[in-house]
């Protein structure tokens, strides 16, 4: 129910002003800022532009709740996080177990 009630509120905020909407999906980023100047050029294109980052985002999200992802980036966005739905799924395997024990690769030890 919150979820839907989340959702409710992000169409409300992004039928007032489509930039604030990007940003509460997408934060500051590329994303942003082509929303903002699609809004200044036009309100119409500002609104095209948010819905259809709000629904990338909402399809990621789901598609991940069921265990699917995408195999393709959405064309036209630019956020990870849009992407993959606010979830992290490109972390490598050690540090999504937590086993890596604070190495860094790359570097040489102190002799």
Same mark, same amino acid.
């Given at each position: 129910?919150?979820?839907?009630? !989340?959702? #409710?509120?992000?169409? *409300? #905020?992004?039928?007032? *002003?489509?930039?604030?909407?990007?940003?509460?999906?997408?934060?500051?980023?590329? %994303?942003?800022?082509?929303? #903002?100047?699609?809004?200044?050029?036009?309100?119409?294109?500002?609104? *095209?532009?948010?819905?259809?980052?709000?629904?990338?985002?909402?399809?990621?999200?789901?598609?991940?709740?069921?265990?699917?992802?995408? &195999?393709?980036?959405?064309?036209?966005?630019?956020? %990870?996080?849009?992407?993959?739905?606010?979830?992290?799924?490109?972390?490598?395997?050690?540090? &999504? $177990?937590?086993?890596?024990? !604070?190495?860094?690769? !790359?570097?040489?030890?102190? $002799?």
């Amino acid at each position: 129910m919150a979820g839907t009630l !989340g959702m #409710i509120c992000l169409i *409300i #905020i992004t039928l007032l *002003i489509p930039p604030v909407g990007v940003f509460l999906v997408a934060g500051c980023g590329a %994303d942003l800022l082509i929303n #903002i100047l699609l809004t200044i050029l036009g309100y119409f294109p500002g609104h *095209i532009h948010a819905f259809y980052l709000e629904y990338i985002y909402y399809d990621r999200r789901r598609m991940s709740a069921e265990g699917r992802f995408a &195999a393709r980036p959405a064309p036209g966005v630019y956020s %990870d996080r849009i992407q993959n739905g606010g979830h992290h799924h490109n972390a490598p395997p050690a540090a &999504a $177990a937590g086993n890596n024990y !604070g190495t860094t690769y !790359g570097t040489v030890p102190a $002799a």
